[in-house]
């Protein structure tokens, strides 16, 4: 079993930064890559980037050069640092893992982006 918690959402303006922070707990030790994904109401869930446990990263391509990805092992924290924010990008944000054939999912974490 994981347990995910996300947190880090907001109110930024476009153009603007934030930083997501998801912490994991539980069975932690047999997590091998974490994962962000998005949604807003009426569209599926986009995944967004994910990382494995030795660092090698992924991004959509909606997102790449302006998102970043990173761990923090020893906090069991993985971080989604999210630069040069559109409109576009306003969503929940969840955090992701998968334990064997399992899917664990954070709550979620509300991203708006709006002058």
């Known amino acids: 079993q994981v347990q995910l918690v996300e947190s880090g959402g907001g109110l930024v303006q476009p153009g603007g930064s934030l930083r997501l922070s998801c912490a994991a707990s539980?069975?932690?030790?047999?997590?091998?890559?974490m994962n962000w994904y998005r949604q807003t109401p009426g569209k599926q869930r986009e995944f967004i980037a994910s990382i494995i446990h030795v660092g090698t990263t992924n991004y959509a391509a909606s997102v790449k050069g302006r998102f970043t990805i990173t761990r923090d092992n020893a906090k069991n924290t993985v971080y989604l640092q999210m630069n040069s924010l559109k409109s576009e990008d306003t969503a929940v944000y969840y955090c992701h893992t998968t334990l064997g054939s399992i899917a664990y999912w954070g709550e979620g974490t509300l991203v708006t982006v709006t002058s």
């Open positions: 539980g069975n932690i030790n047999r997590i091998y890559a």
